[in-house]
């Protein structure tokens, strides 16, 4: 089996992730998701795709999947912030506070503090160490 | 909870509705045209989900567009009618 072979321009892969983030926005995730898978078929292996789709799946609880298309979007550029602090947050939520903490650590050393990416990855640093805090005191 | 996305800006979806429908045609207009000399038969099964993918996000996409672009007529057609409402008092 192959692949559609698609000569999409840059411009319209945006359109489209665009229009995705306003049906995300307004709740409207099937939308959005086809929308997203859409813009892969133009762009295979496009990693600010699946970061998106990533959060979409996320968002809908969805976390094998989302936590998959993190992991290809990491593939493909490692430093997409954005995926890797929400796949922090995944790991949180899966009780690996510990991973979580140096995903979040390298989002802070590698990007620009004023990116909002940084900010929200130093507060969630902080709950994730917390939650380590609590851990070793409960066990100890 | 809702996720991090990454930061669009809106650019592209921003000009298509402000210079309307014409806009996204010419921009989808050459894949358009690519697709449809692609004939089902000669597909597998990958590439017609992928066509099908594609052609679903397109209309979604058009849906959204003409949602947008008449609502920003009607923002500016309210806008004109207060304007003038304005300029009749004064």
């Keep these: ?46 990693s600010d795709i699946y970061a998106c789709l990533g959060a979409l799946y996320h968002a809908q609880d969805r976390l094998d999947e989302a936590y998959e298309c993190y992991e290809q979007a990491l593939k493909g550029c490692p430093s997409e912030e954005c995926a890797r602090s929400n796949r922090a947050t995944l790991l949180m939520q899966r009780g690996k506070a510990e991973d979580a903490i140096q995903e979040l650590k390298r989002v802070i050393q590698e990007h620009d503090p004023s990116n909002p990416v940084v900010e929200r990855s130093k507060e969630l640093l902080k709950v994730a160490e917390s939650l380590v805090t609590r851990k070793t005191g409960a066990a100890g | ?61 058009e849906e959204l567009v003409m949602e947008l672009v008449s609502l920003k007529e009607d923002l500016m057609l309210r806008a004109r009618s207060e304007s003038g409402r304005v300029r009749c008092r004064t």
């Design chain 2, 1 to 61: 909870m809702k996720t991090q996305q990454p930061e669009l800006q809106f650019r592209v979806l921003d000009r298509v509705v402000a210079q309307g429908r014409t806009r996204l045609e010419s921009m989808f207009r050459e894949t358009m045209s690519d697709l449809s000399q692609l004939s089902r038969e000669s597909l597998d099964d990958e590439q017609r989900h992928e066509l099908d993918s594609l052609l679903d996000a397109y209309r979604l996409v």
């Design chain 1, 1 to 46: 089996m192959s692949h559609l072979n698609i000569q999409a321009s840059p411009e319209e892969v945006l359109v489209l992730m665009e229009a995705s983030m306003l049906f995300y926005a307004r709740c409207e995730y099937e939308k959005a998701e086809k929308v997203l898978r859409g813009a892969l078929v133009m762009s295979p292996g496009n």
